[in-house]
């Protein structure tokens, strides 16, 4: 068999997986919901064990293999900006058109996390093979960082502001609210992760296929709860919420980065890596935040399910065309 072959049978396996591990929980979730097979009360605490456990192994054991070198220091420096950089222009332009703490919190979740795991690492392997894969995982990871760092905190904050739980507490009691919880425990499989791998301890063998099957796990109970919370009779009252969004996503940001990619970056296949990144729809994670933190979920939802089908119909084919 070819070289090339053999890539043609990668790129297939792998869209393989974005069908099962994304399309197949998405549409099992929707089915359970609409049959009301399943309660809310257990869709929450599916949430919180992928949060809580999932999350916390699987960082573990990425961070464990992680590779250190100065050469990559550009792609976690991106993979921040891509999280930071759309929240600070949503936040400072947008957010102030909505009234309510519980939209506001779920708007920024929505501009700040993107879908590179997912969908950008699938956009990126068919375009340069497992090295595009690679580093849209470590712009993942950086995003994962900053979703127990930045993004729940902020979420709890949104929360108890509209709650006006922080009028009632003192403020280290709400200062722990934030940013102490079950809910940032992967913060801890991390810092194991590089303290083992800092100290030159060689991860076994076996723990990699549990890592290859504990993402597909993770996928799928990320995504079946997404389906679970899809109402298209909402996601369709939110449209017009969500444009400044689509905008932020497809033209702001894309803009931003491609200026920031040109002045700073050489080697072309990080150039392209990181304009598909830039281009990503809003992540599953916007979504199970604002469940989380008990936000407003439908307009979460309805930016993903909009972003998501402009992207795949629209957006990629385009890039695919230009990257190529």
Known sequence: MSERSERMDNTNLRLIFVLTDLIAPLAVGYYLHQRSLVSGEAINKLIRFNVVCIYTILSLLSFWVLPISGNLITVPIFGFLLVLTPGAIGTLFFVRNFSSWLDRGAYIASAMLANLGTLGGVCAFILYDEQGFAYTQLIGTCQNVLLVLVIFPMAQYCYMKHTHTIRKTNRLRSFCDMFFSLNQMSLVGMAAGLLLNAFGVARPAALAPIF?????????????????????????????????????????????????????????????????????????????????????????????????????????????????
């Open 212 to 324: 290859q099957s504990l993402v597909h796990i993770g996928a799928w109970i990320a995504m079946l709860p997404v389906g679970f919370l899809i109402d298209f009779h909402q996601v369709r009252r939110y449209a017009h919420k969500v444009r400044s969004l689509t905008a932020l996503r497809f033209i702001i940001t894309p803009v931003v980065f491609g200026i920031l990619i040109y002045l700073f970056v050489d080697d072309p296949v990080v150039q392209g890596t990181l304009l598909i990144c830039a281009f990503c729809p809003t992540a599953i994670n916007a979504v199970l935040t604002s469940r989380l933190y008990n936000l407003t979920t439908d307009l979460a939802v309805s930016s993903f399910v909009i972003t998501t089908g402009a992207f795949l119909l629209a957006i990629f084919p385009a890039l695919f065309f230009f990257l190529r």
